[in-house]
């Protein structure tokens, strides 16, 4: 067998496996110093009316298409009006317009708060063409504010862009409790290490290639970490499956290098079957239609990939190299000390006697679990999908100070400003009431008319109207203005004329998102669904455990949703996890959480379920294949679901929202289906459905490949 012979390779030939690993991150490594790729939020949403507007501000409005920033100055002791603060915003003003790129700079007091003055800058170039260097820059022109005593904070999309979030301790946390749980499981040092010790080579050069990648094509400023918290997750999940399966070999009496291979060509099976479901699922996230969201996809699977092969190359040629000194090191073996299997004396383990309760009270522990799980799921049904703004980034960050600052001296709708993008035929104008309806709608509290040539073009066919809402860019509120402005102030107010107008900025951009998301994580879900189904149909020739299956990972995903719900969105403990105020549900995170979750729960599902199936081939009893199928697996289960949700839960802590999104949602899934789904629902619902569970019509067996997982 091929996983057999690349695993007896891999160890007969350590040295050379382990140099080429090594050769790997020195060659990724010096490409990303070569080519210097940066990561920057270009959410592009084809097809929609925020994108329409983009798209004609870029074409017809060349010096207003770039990248915008914000400079906010405050007096500490008196008026920005005050001779001395007024000279130096005047000459950080000059210094700012002298820069390269820079098209406007304009000047807004704050009309409430006299301490309070707003420089919105705009640029003429992309992120690119700025870089950081630009940003540097502008830093450096406000120089003669703070020499005067004023304080300076930036927001905007160059900053964004610029200055990284405060770095956070999460990767080495959960790296660090993995460590514990590894020791604990394997018993010994040195068999922890091996794990950790893949999951770092196949992190260093999986992140370090969306790095080189990032020079050449748009990849979100998320990418790496959600790569870090997903690759570390599944390459030391991956790792473990074929270390617990050689270390069982080697106790059975087989040689090292037999034991290796074997090791490879049984629990590599479920790594390559696991890992590959993982990155088809993820690439899947192209139905989304997002660039921003798909190349999310491309780069996480990047990394899944680069792990599984981590995990059937270099962790048989670490075992190879180590043989049998990865006993060495050996601690207390609190959760690895040896398994007691069913005797005539009738002690069988706790996992048996588990699994044979369960089995007695099928009725009661499938009810008890699905209530459980719906309720955890109930409140998904109220989710309001939107974007973080700098109002939830971390206090005392200088987008947070700038965020606050504006909000108390313009509004918090000032923030997040609508553009709206009006032609009409060459030599005309705007509809002469569309200014005023859109004034007179509620919730709004400016409008900005098009009155020069920043805002309306030389061709003299479009005009910029910008408005400010009287909220926050992430609040309902907001949302529902520019669903009222869209579908009834601006058409009736345009109607008889030749005229079109666009809704668009952040703010529109970030709402067309969550709708484009909403109307296809139906298709996206039923794809991931229907592969699943078929994969399962293959490997175990049965309807029903594929179809149970599927049901029990949709419960499983619909209460991490929940419970990512309740506490963002309705602020249950959200101060717990480092936040100030409730958030809306970033729009792509429960479509790259179900890619993600299902891929890994397939995990689980298989290396169960073949061992329950090879126990029912040979028993002809239900009952009996499921108590020894879940007492023989469900050490390794719960050791890979704890280093799973320990690395996820660890980046709960990360400073960034969409991260502790992420980070608690997979924790909660991972804990949920390792628990009550894998330990209760499974056994109970395969005493319920009894031989049916192994019903397949003949016709499919005729069309349906086998798929031989050991």
């Known amino acids: 067998m091929l996983l057999d012979r690349l695993g007896r390779q891999s160890a007969r030939h350590h040295r050379l496996v382990i140099a080429l690993w090594i050769l790997a991150v020195v060659l990724v ?32 409005f060349t010096a207003q298409s770039g990248v915008g920033a914000s400079v906010v100055i405050v007096s500490p002791t008196g008026s920005v009006s005050d001779p001395a603060a007024a000279t130096a915003i005047a000459q950080t003003k000059a210094k700012i317009e002298s820069l390269a790129l820079v098209s406007t700079v304009e000047v807004l007091p704050s009309p409430t708060t006299p301490s309070i003055e707003l420089l919105n800058v705009q640029y003429s170039g992309t992120f690119a063409q700025i870089g950081k260097a630009g940003y540097a820059d502008l830093v450096a022109a406000t120089a003669p504010a703070t020499a005067a005593g004023l304080d300076v904070n930036f927001g905007g999309q160059l900053t964004d862009y610029a200055v990284a979030p405060p770095n956070s301790p999460a990767d080495f946390i959960g790296l660090l409790l993995s460590a514990v749980i590894l020791i604990f499981a394997f018993g010994a040092i040195v068999a922890a290490g091996l794990p950790l010790i893949t999951a770092l080579f196949g992190l260093a050069v999986g992140v370090t290639s969306i790095s080189i990648i990032a020079a050449f094509t748009n990849v979100g400023t998320v990418a790496p970490l959600l790569a870090i918290m997903i690759g570390l997750g599944v390459g030391i999940d991956y790792s473990l499956f074929i270390v617990t399966r050689h270390r069982e070999n080697r106790a059975a009496g087989m040689e090292i290098e037999d034991s ?41 699977a990047l990394v899944v990939l680069v792990m599984m092969i981590a995990a059937l190359t270099l962790i048989p040629a670490l075992l190879g190299a180590f043989g049998d000194r990865i006993n060495n090191g050996s601690v207390a073996r609190i959760f690895h000390r040896k398994e007691k299997v069913a005797t005539n004396d009738g002690k069988p383990n706790f996992w048996e006697r588990w699994a044979t309760h369960v089995s007695r009270h099928p009725w009661f522990y499938a009810v008890a679990t699905l209530i459980i799980l719906i309720t955890l799921a109930i409140p998904f049904t109220s989710i309001r999908y939107g974007q973080p703004d700098d109002g939830s980034d971390p206090v005392g960050t200088t987008q947070r100070i700038a965020y606050d600052t504006i909000a108390k001296g313009f509004g918090a709708g000032v923030n997040g400003p609508l553009v709206i993008a009006v032609t009409y035929p060459a030599g005309g104008s705007i509809p002469p009431n569309l200014v005023s309806s859109i004034q007179n709608t509620p919730g709004v509290v400016t409008v900005v008319p098009p009155s020069s040539p920043t805002t309306i073009n030389a061709a003299d066919n479009t005009a910029v109207i910008t408005v400010i809402p009287s909220t926050s860019p992430d609040a309902a509120a907001t949302t529902a203005l520019i669903n009222k402005l869209r579908s009834s102030v601006i058409p009736e107010a345009i109607k008889g004329t030749q005229a079109q107008a666009y809704v668009g900025g952040e703010t529109a951009t970030f709402i067309d998102l969550g709708d484009r998301v909403k109307d296809r994580l139906p298709f ?157 629902l499974v056994p109970s619902l395969m005493e319920i459905f009894g031989k049916a569970n192994w019903w397949f019509p003949k016709w499919l067996n005729r069309m349906l490949p086998k798929i031989n997982i050991e």
């Open 260 to 300: 290796i291979a074997r090791a490879t060509g049984t629990a590599g099976q479920a790594v390559l079957f696991a890992g590959i479901t993982v990155v088809i699922a993820i690439t899947g996230l192209v139905i989304a239609g997002i660039p921003y969201v798909s190349n999310l996809g491309f780069m996480t």
């Open 524 to 680: 996206f879900i039923l794809a991931v669904v229907l592969l699943s189904f078929i994969l399962l149909m293959m490997v175990f020739h049965s309807v029903v455990i594929p179809a149970t299956a599927a049901a029990m990972n949709l419960l499983s995903v619909g209460a991490a949703y929940g419970v990512t719900v309740a506490v963002f969105q309705w602020g249950w403990g959200i101060e717990l996890i480092g936040l100030d105020a409730t958030i809306p549900i970033v729009s792509f995170i429960p479509m790259m959480m179900f890619a993600v979750l299902f891929g890994l729960s397939m995990d689980y599902q298989v290396f169960l379920l073949t061992r329950i199936r090879e126990e029912y081939d040979e028993k002809k009893d239900t009952r009996a294949a499921v108590v020894a199928g879940v007492s023989k697996t469900a050490r390794v289960i719960t050791s890979a679901a704890l280093i799973m949700i320990t690395v996820f839960g660890a980046f709960v802590f990360n400073p960034t929202p969409l991260i502790k999104m992420f980070g608690l949602g997979l924790a909660v899934a991972v804990a949920v289906d390792a628990t009550l789904v894998r330990m209760i």
């Open 29 to 60: 490594s010096v490409g990303k110093g070569v080519v210097g790729g940066s990561f920057v939020d270009n959410f592009t949403v084809p097809g929609t009316e925020s994108q329409t507007a983009v798209d004609l501000l870029t074409k017809r």
